[in-house]
């Protein structure tokens, strides 16, 4: 899955939280995110300097707030984990432990959350 795919697969599934998501797609995602998010602040340095109000950093984080979320709970279920592990992000262990897992190789083949993302590509 190549970077344009990736985002316009979370973006197509931008409250999705069944099925499952290959660390491409994660990763993408993730550096989408961080590109747009290091924009959006420039932009915001630029014409709100002087009064540290940041609206276009605020709008963009909370209008992707629900793909990164779901985005995250689908790469969880590649690995074939529950969803609701994502809350462990609120520990800094947690924030580790899902770093890691998000690097880790999906389950091969079908498993609990559906049909192997990298097969049916």
């Known amino acids: 899955m190549g970077f344009g795919e ?4 979370v973006l197509k599934n931008y409250a999705t939280f069944s099925g499952r998501a290959p660390r491409s797609e ?3 995602w993730a550096l989408f ?3 747009a998010s290091i924009v959006a602040t420039a932009i915001d340095m630029m014409l709100f300097s002087e009064s ?5 950093t605020t709008v963009l984080s909370l209008g992707l707030l629900v793909p990164n979320i779901s985005v995250a709970v689908r790469r969880l279920h590649d690995i074939d984990r529950t969803g609701w592990w994502f809350l462990i992000a609120f520990t800094v262990i947690g924030i580790i432990l899902l770093l890691v897992w998000a690097c880790t190789k999906g389950t091969t083949g079908p498993n609990g959350y559906g049909q192997d993302p990298i097969r049916v590509i």
């Open 26 to 28: 994660y990763w993408y």
């Open 52 to 56: 540290g109000y940041s609206p276009l």
């Open 6 to 9: 990736a985002i316009s697969s």
């Open 33 to 35: 995110f961080f590109i």
